[in-house]
């Protein structure tokens, strides 16, 4: 079975912290990590090879320093990667994101493609379904359990539902995203990380993907980001300390009712 | 490459580096150098300088063609038969948004024996309602409905379409959206019509820590996918009249290749949805063990609200993944918010801190949940909330 798990290289957004006197991201010191949605991707993309047999390839878009989330990925199970990088690739929205990798899966043969049901830092969990729509396959979305039927032609998956889950069946070849509880990732051991940097790796840049210039990055994005600014901040509001429990509910009770939120 | 710098320009001001959020800016002599590896081109060192220096290579934008697009449409989802709440949110912001730009708003729905709702969304605001209605789309697939949305785009060329950001709404739009070729801002959390009548889409990133303002400059409609509870639904006006249209759109059965094999509700028998209630009573490991879970059961019952949970909370079991508000979970912004032993990490506040009203009781008087409270109370959850559940009742009596 040929497995494709497409993933990104994120911050670690817990530590990613505001300054307070530009309103701005403070992005220094703060650590870049595989998607911990991609985790799962890559956790059930070794899963399904080791029962299996067949191949896990890694693939991401991003700038040189992407590679280490490639790394991981390998040093977890995977064993090949794909890392597609150019200056021109720069400045990509969840579309153009979606058409480049298209354009290199299509390349290469699959059964499956798992994505993480989204990024941390977008949150936008947009380039899964369209990356489906590109290639041509179903999808199924907020996958939480997986099986592959035993010939290898089906999959049952159980989707998340906004009150509990579906399950469904869908002929290989198929896209899907997982999410949380799928299962629980692998820390890559000692021998994982050695073996991982001889595994082969692909550096694709735009001219040898072939791809016009005025559909990847910036230029092949359909929406731009005008304007980028800190959240209104809620500023803190009545603070109670030190006082007896029943005087401070009645407080509360009584501010809520003022605001006729009770 | 998309950014041009003109180094002679710049007066080196350096207020360029104050305003990049993405450290891709640094001091270089008197003037400045830019990380193109870190820059995402989103323009705000471009609309900060002052001596325009920095210059963003965009697309072209064709007003003519843009400009035959016409009318603000709401995809509304239903559920069991019924609309879901986010579709009478969308519905009345489109109003709004339409009423700007002097067009139309045509909400569209899709499934099968649910002409009936068309009425109600009309008296919510639509001039129209395009009814799809057939068997193959009794149940949602992201096919049959994928085939349903783009037919109807591609000939009558709306300039705005919203989709409620649910499970649904999140995988069905970017679907459409790739067929027809069209950008898709994901979970607004505002909307706005800009002084080119574009939609402007309000989004948070990063965890929550940034608000970003999307553009879809070059192509129509405009697509974007808007959380629930963000927007209010206005009183429906019965008087209202508007028009309804069958469309019929074939789907063949072979083009859903996914089948639903069994649907299971995992909303604990009387246990509200996080994601549609007014009021949530959330709590963390403040609550101790799952035995103590009656407490703010019984607070929500009072309140008719949604018990909701932190993540440690649903990964300990004590509740179930459905009720978890967060980052991992669900988004919710209730009109009241209650962080019972909450501390209120980042990932916590990204999913809540929308919300109207945020109450917040916890020991520990550093907690980052009372930066964001409007109410809080350093104490013990254990002797506050009965104190408050008593005050409700007492409040209750006297009206």
Known sequence: MKIIVPIKQVPEVAEVKINPETGTLIRDGVPSILNPFDEYAVEAAIQLKEKFGGEVTVITMGPPQAKDALLKALAMGADRAVHLTDRAFAGADTWATAYTLAVQIKKMEFDMVICGKQA???????????????????????????????????????????????????????????????????????????????????????????????????????????????????????????????????????????KGAI | MGLLYDRETCTGCMLCIKVCNFGAIEKDGDKVKFDIDKCVLCGSCEEVCPVDAIKIERRT??????????????FC?????????????????????????????????????????????????ADKVLVVDDKIYADYSTDAYTIAMASLIAPRKPAIVLFGATNNGRELAP????????????????????????????????????????????????????????????????????????????????????????????????????????????????IKDPSNLNLPQALADLLDAAVGGSRPIVDAGWLPPTQQVGQSGRTVSPK???????????????????????????????????????????????????AIIEEIKQLKEKR
């Not at chain 2, 063609?65 to 016409?70: D, N, R, S, T």
């Not at chain 2, 009345?92 to 009425?119: N, P």
């Open chain 2, 77 to 125: 989802e239903t559920h069991e038969g019924r609309l879901r709440n986010v579709a009478l949110e969308l519905v009345t912001k489109a109003r709004e948004l339409a009423d700007k730009l002097g067009e139309r708003v045509v909400a569209v729905l899709i499934g099968h024996e649910i002409e009936g709702l068309a009425e109600c969304l009309i008296h919510q605001g």
């Open chain 1, 120 to 258: 941390i830092d977008g949150d936008t969990a947009q380039v899964g379904p369209e990356l489906a729509e590109l290639l041509g396959v179903p999808q199924i979305c907020y996958v939480r359990h997986l099986e592959v039927s035993e010939d290898q032609k089906f999959v049952i998956a159980h989707r998340e539902t906004d009150d509990g889950y579906e399950v469904i069946k869908a002929k290989l070849p198929v896209l899907l995203t997982a999410t949380k509880g799928l299962n629980e990732p692998r820390l890559p051991n000692i021998m994982g990380i050695m073996k991982a940097k001889k595994k082969p790796m692909d550096v694709i840049d735009a001219a040898t993907l072939g791809v016009p210039e005025d559909e990847i990055g910036l230029k092949g994005s359909p929406t731009t980001v005008r304007k980028v600014y800190p959240p209104p901040r809620r500023s803190g509001g009545i603070k109670i300390e030190d006082m007896d429990p029943k005087e401070a509910a009645k407080k509360l009770v009584e501010f809520l009712a003022s």
């Open chain 2, 336 to 386: 009241l918010y209650f962080a019972l032993g909450i501390s209120g990490a980042i990932q916590h506040i990204a999913g809540m801190s929308s919300s109207d009203i945020i109450v917040a009781i916890n020991k520990d008087p550093e907690a980052p949940i009372f930066e964001i409270a409007d109410f809080g109370i350093v104490g013990d959850l254990f002797e506050v909330v009965p």
């Open chain 2, 61 to 74: 934008v064709d007003e003519e063609a843009l400009a035959e697009y016409k009318d603000v449409w709401v």
């Open chain 2, 175 to 286: 679907r459409v959206a790739a067929r027809l070729k069209l950008g898709l801002t994901a979970d607004c959390t505002g909307l706005e019509i800009d002084e080119n009548r574009q939609l402007v889409q309000i989004r948070p990133a990063f965890g929550g820590n940034i608000m970003a303002e999307i553009l879809c400059p070059y192509t129509r409609p405009q697509m974007a996918t808007v959380r629930p509870n963000v927007f209010k639904p206005s009183e429906p006006d019965t008087s209202r009249t508007g028009e309804i249209e069958k469309v019929e759109i074939k789907v063949n059965p072979l083009q859903v290749r996914t089948r639903i094999l069994d649907r299971v509700v995992e909303v604990t028998e009387g246990m509200k949805s996080v994601e549609e209630a007014d009021i949530i009573v959330s709590c963390g490991r403040g």
